[in-house]
């Protein structure tokens, strides 16, 4: 019985949200290989091969995997998956993206969202945004799973000495083109990486009231800076920094909420962080219920004060 890990990456080096994955695969028992499709990939391939527990990197190298295309990557993956019992995909957008596909071209039933194995067929996922947890056993002969990475702990990068086996390239497809992206710039850390998120909601008022009151406590603790989907809807703060079920699933050391009453699918997003500090006005808001420790107060009061006192 072997794994296999499809790893993102971005050409240089080995995202975060794999080492996740691996250790999930080590879950699952057997071997496990991970594979590296991309355009000038050495260095990620390299790098996939120190991971700890992994016992071979495969090394796809073609222009049709340089931005990671779901139909070059899946065409790539369904050409050796008849060499594996699990496929495991971090449940990132690219990972939600390419993972139907290859069980779809497969006819096997997706496993989504996983956040444990219970055993080599049995998994545990959350549904109804977290608020129960399925149990789920597959008797497909290849079982196709995405990663909810914050169920897992990293797998150490460095350690391993994997063997690096380089693939022929499957054709790239006709049907898809990269055309652009559009990539946000921002000198904090990166939501699904940091360790420390201070987040803020519609309580806030306007995008200039967000910026003037989370900025200076996001610097003072170097933090990720995060917003509820009421203040991204607002315009208060850019998409990319939204929390919850329909934005970024998070699990940092510490989670600061300031302003944000706690919907279900807030909640979702962010409920396995270890420490989380909430401050809001309202006291029977459902943020407190998840709380380790909880604040009554004012947010344009409490987090300047706060400031002050770090």
């Known amino acids: 019985m072997t794994s296999l890990v499809i790893a993102e990456h971005n050409n240089a080096s080995i995202k975060g949200a794999t080492l996740n994955t691996v250790t999930a695969a080590l879950q699952c028992g057997g071997d496990v290989h991970v594979l590296v ?13 120190q991971i700890a ?4 990197v495969l090394h796809a190298e073609g ?20 060499n594996y019992s699990h496929l495991l995909f971090p449940a990132t957008a690219s990972g939600k993206n390419i993972a139907p596909r290859v069980a779809a071209k497969l006819d096997v039933g997706q496993l989504s969202d996983v956040s444990k194995i219970d055993s080599p067929d049995t998994f545990e996922r959350p549904i109804y945004a977290g608020n129960a947890i399925a149990t789920v056993q597959s008797l497909d002969a290849v079982k196709v799973l995405t990663v909810r990475t914050t169920g897992f702990d990293p797998a150490a990068a460095t350690g391993g000495s994997a063997a690096v086996e380089v693939l022929a390239a499957t054709a790239a497809s006709a049907q898809a083109k990269f055309m652009g992206s559009e990539i946000a710039k921002n000198d904090r850390p990166e939501l699904t990486a940091a360790k420390i998120i201070v987040s803020g909601g519609r309580a806030l008022g306007s995008n200039e009231k967000f910026m003037a009151v989370m900025t200076p406590l996001a610097d003072k603790l170097g933090a990720g800076m995060g917003a509820s989907r009421a203040a991204v809807d607002a315009g208060y703060a850019p998409n990319d920094w939204q929390v919850g079920q329909t934005g970024k699933i ?4 510490l989670y600061v909420a300031c302003g944000i009453s706690g919907a279900i699918q807030h909640l979702a997003g962010m409920k396995d962080s270890k420490v989380i500090v909430a401050i809001n006005k309202d ?25 002050a006192a770090l």
């Open 63 to 82: 222009e049709g995997f340089e931005h990671g295309l779901a139909e070059n990557v899946a065409a790539q993956v369904l050409a050796i998956a008849s």
């Open 283 to 307: 006291e029977e808001a459902p943020i407190f219920s998840v709380a380790d420790y909880g604040l009554v107060a004012d947010l344009f009061v409490a987090v300047p004060e706060l400031v």
């Open 37 to 49: 499709s991309g355009h000038n990939a050495g260095a990620a391939a390299a790098a996939a091969a």
């Open 250 to 253: 998070v699990a940092p050391q």
């Open 53 to 56: 527990g992994v016992s071979k």
